[in-house]
């Protein structure tokens, strides 16, 4: 059985985790609109959407036009978000992958935060950890936060 790896980065929020969270649990499908030059689609194969166990299919950019099929986990008690890779182009050097966002709200110190990471398993040895993919969805929770700061 093969061995699967995690690649994380926390990053601290000005908004909310509550807000955070609860774009990506109900505003999910205006991530293309907000990033146009890298979410090129977004369509409803399963279910409504933002609800758990539904199915999206994204067309991105990133190095290069991809397509790929997520299965949306929701874990409201904990502010969890995971999304996981069922079909597409990564598959040609994953086994399996999943993109997760655990979200703090603050605590006693008030600084919110999430937490992306990237479950995997490479194809061979020889494949790059999937250092890009957290860098994107890195990028899109950067741009989520400073849509949420600036527009409440």
Known sequence: ??????????????C??????EFYRNKMDRLTQMFPKKLLGYKIVEGNG???GSVV???????????AKQRLHMDDKNKGIT????????????????????VSDGGSNG????????????????????????QFALELAEGVDAYLCNNN
Do not use: T
């Open 111 to 134: 600084i919110s935060s999430v937490k992306w990471s990237v479950e995997y398993v490479k194809v061979n040895e020889d494949v790059d950890p999937p250092h890009k993919y957290l």
């Open 1 to 14: 059985m093969a061995q699967i790896s995690n690649i994380s980065h926390q990053l601290q929020l000005k």
């Open 50 to 52: 933002c609800a758990h």
């Open 57 to 67: 299919q994204w067309k991105y950019k990133l190095g290069g036009i991809q397509e």
């Open 83 to 102: 999304l996981e890779f069922i079909e597409g182009d990564l598959f040609k050097e994953y086994e399996m992958i999943a993109v997760k966002g655990e």
């Open 16 to 21: 909310s985790g509550e807000q955070f969270y």
